[in-house]
């Protein structure tokens, strides 16, 4: 089992910046993706960005590639999804997910077995 618990969210005008963080706990040792996922009131929870294990592979969904960044660091149990030029449409409750089914970082909600509760990110215009 992995527990997760993010972090960072919070109140933010357009144009800002928040810094997401995602702690890892329990059976970390084994090598998982990971990827930050959002949910806004009456819509789909989509995934936002996933990384590799290593870090060296990304995928973005498209409505937030050039303004957000997903990092990771391994030696801490961590992942971070820094997010900068907030628009309100990012508005949402913001979840992090852990999977082993695949090396790459999936971008489907089945790939992750593991969920944290969530965060919110509210972006006033």
């Known amino acids: 089992q992995v527990q997760l618990a993010e972090s960072g969210g919070g109140l933010v005008q357009a144009g800002g910046s928040l810094r997401l963080s995602c702690a890892a706990s329990?059976?970390?040792?084994?090598?998982?993706?990971l990827g930050w996922f959002r949910q806004a009131p009456g819509k789909e929870r989509d995934i936002v960005a996933a990384?590799?294990?290593?870090?060296?592979?990304?995928a973005y969904a498209d409505s937030v590639k050039g303004r957000f960044t997903i990092s990771r660091d391994n030696a801490k149990n961590t992942v971070y999804l820094q997010m900068n030029s907030l628009k309100p449409e990012d508005t949402a409750v913001y979840y992090c997910?852990?999977?082993?089914?695949?090396?790459?970082?999936?971008?489907?909600?089945?790939?992750?077995?593991?969920w944290g509760q969530g965060t919110q990110v509210t972006v006033s215009s």
């Open positions: 329990g059976r970390t040792s084994s090598r998982y993706v």
């Open positions: 990384i590799s294990w290593s870090g060296g592979s990304t």
């Open positions: 997910a852990a999977g082993a089914r695949s090396i790459a970082p999936g971008t489907r909600r089945y790939d992750y077995d593991y």
